[in-house]
């Protein structure tokens, strides 16, 4: 039997949403074994004089447990 824990993380890009996913699953790769999954549960944006200037995104990754 598999158990599975979820840990929030937050990532910016100042390209795109897609790239501040990328980015998150980038460097929680690093630290993490086992990533699974992966839910955006926000996505937001920094504007500044009608433009994006930051877009920000909050995940929830999933991964296995050592045994």
């Known amino acids: 039997m598999s158990v599975a824990r979820k840990t929030v ?5 100042k ?7 990328n980015q998150a699953i980038s460097r929680a790769s690093k630290t ?4 699974t999954g992966l ?3 926000s996505q ?3 504007i500044e004089n009608g433009r994006i200037l930051e877009y ?3 995940c929830a990754i999933t991964f296995l447990l050592d045994e």
């Open 9 to 13: 993380v937050v990532a910016s890009s």
């Open 39 to 41: 839910e955006v549960t």
């Open 56 to 58: 920000r995104i909050e």
């Open 32 to 35: 993490l074994r086992g990533i």
């Open 15 to 21: 390209e795109s949403f897609h790239d501040a996913v």
């Open 44 to 46: 937001k944006a920094k």
